[in-house]
């Protein structure tokens, strides 16, 4: 009897096949993908930026990796968002790398110690100038130093200044072939202005003095030799200085002369070549008077303007700004310069002229602008922030005692101090009695007619 051996071979199991309905589908494949940032909700892009702090924060104690920056450079092209910067202020409720939540901290970066004030961030910074593209006269680059450094200061100076600059360029200048000088010289002109202006904002009368030069230029006669233009457009610059600064401060200073009478207190803020003229031609002519100088921080002009009266023996008084309360009642007239004049009969001039016509106007005391007709603007402006510059910071302790040390005592800019010195401010026509000028006494209700007085004035 043979035995047969049964053999049972057991067969391995065969591949299960699973099938997904389309909604399964969706959500298997929703659950692999990561989801973008508009499919988050609020909670999920808030966990996901914490996680990615934490191991930022992460990798940073434990040292730089090899091949850090290409994983981060990886991460950018795959659009994934960037870990928060650690010197920013971290949200309060974020886990750092322990799990543990993290404090708010908030760190100063050098940006914000370097931006300061956004709000103040539009005024006009006091700046050396940088380089500039095209090719710059070495007048223009020393005048644009002097203007950052403030060596040259005043609406007349700064303009004088500019013209005369302008009249160097203007007589080194060579006309290029196949071009001619009432068309070239203004695109030479152009990048001397731009580096003007990043020295110091342009100030109203150097912009209209500008606007009539190139009005000059563009009119010149083609057919004209080189040199007989280029010395025609310098004897019009030497005509806009004589008639439009010079001659005017004349007729200012004998018409507002006329008001200051003998025994006559006269107070004058700050420093303007106008009054400066006005006082010293009114003694001149023998009228006996005071006056009072108020001066204020930063730049403290008046001492500038009192060196002057003193030194011709007329009867001073030295004060700062907040002391004129003490004064005005004794006042018989005001007399103040203007950096511009708007065609809504506001004064735009040196900070503090607003408060000193606000209290002269309180005790009834005439206040008098003296301004040439060339500071006028035709736009209107009502206030002091929407255009502005700063003054430099100056040692406002100069004057105090040195119990210590006079380094230790200069005030400047701190990570928490920001040091602010707007130069301008508006005083509103409500507080002028009259703007004089070289066409006449005129009230602030009729500035807006000075363009007719004029006529249509050229260079």
């Known amino acids: 009897m043979s035995a047969t051996a049964t053999i049972t071979m057991i067969a391995p199991p065969s591949k299960s096949t699973i099938k997904l309905t389309p909604q399964s589908h969706a959500e298997a494949s929703s659950s692999q993908a990561p989801k973008s940032q508009k499919q988050m909700t609020k909670a999920e892009r808030r966990e996901q930026q914490e996680r990615q702090r934490a191991a930022k924060a992460a990798t940073k104690a434990s040292g730089p990796q090899p091949g850090g920056s290409s994983q981060n450079s990886a991460q950018a092209k795959k659009g994934a968002p960037p870990a928060a910067s650690t010197s920013a202020s971290v949200k309060k409720g ?3 790398p322990d799990g543990k939540p993290m404090k708010e901290t908030k760190e100063m970066t050098s940006d914000d110690s370097a931006r300061g004030l956004r709000i103040f961030s539009h005024f006009g910074l006091p700046k050396p100038p940088g380089p500039s593209k095209g ?3 070495p007048t223009i680059i020393r005048l644009g130093l002097q203007f950052s450094e403030f060596k040259i200061a005043g609406a007349n100076a700064r303009c004088i200044a500019t013209l005369t600059a ?7 200048y060579v006309t290029p072939p196949n071009n001619t000088l009432s068309r070239h010289l203004l695109t030479h002109l152009s990048p001397q202005i731009t580096h003007l202006v990043s020295a110091r904002p342009m100030s109203v009368t150097m912009g209209n003095a500008i606007r009539e030069l190139k009005l000059e230029i563009s009119g010149s006669d083609i057919d004209l030799p080189e040199q007989d233009a280029k010395n025609l457009l310098c004897q019009k610059i030497d005509d806009y200085i004589s008639e439009r600064i010079i001659i005017a401060d004349q007729v200012i ?5 006329t008001k200051i009478k003998d025994g006559d207190v006269i107070l004058t803020y700050a420093r303007s070549s106008v009054v400066e003229q006005v006082l010293v031609g009114a003694w001149d002519d023998g009228k006996r008077f005071s006056v009072v100088v108020v001066d204020s921080r930063p730049m403290l002009e ?6 002057v009266l003193s030194a011709m023996d007329i009867p001073c008084t030295y004060l700062l700004l907040p002391s004129i309360g003490s004064v005005i009642t004794e006042v018989s007239t005001v007399l103040v310069g203007a950096h511009s004049l708007h065609s809504n009969g506001a004064v735009f001039s040196r900070a503090g002229t607003a408060l000193v016509a606000m209290m002269a106007k309180q005790h009834s005391v005439p206040v008098v602008v003296c301004c040439e007709t060339y500071k006028f603007a035709e736009t209107i402006q009502l206030d002091s922030f929407t255009k502005n510059e700063l003054a430099p910071a100056g040692d406002i302790f100069s004057s105090f005692p040195l119990i210590r040390s006079k ?3 200069i005030l400047n800019k701190q990570p928490n101090l920001e040091i602010l010195n707007p130069l301008y401010d508006l005083t509103p ?3 002028i009695t009259a703007v004089v000028t070289e066409v006449g006494v005129i009230p602030p209700s009729s500035i807006s007619s000075i363009p007719l007085a004029l006529g249509r004035t050229t260079l």
């Open 94 to 96: 974020g886990k750092g």
């Open 135 to 137: 090719d710059i006269h």
């Open 166 to 172: 302008f009249k160097t360029v203007i007589q080194d």
């Open 253 to 257: 200073q004998e018409t507002a002369g």
């Open 302 to 307: 008046g001492k500038k303007l009192l060196s």
């Open 407 to 409: 380094d230790t005592l």
């Open 429 to 431: 026509p409500s507080s």
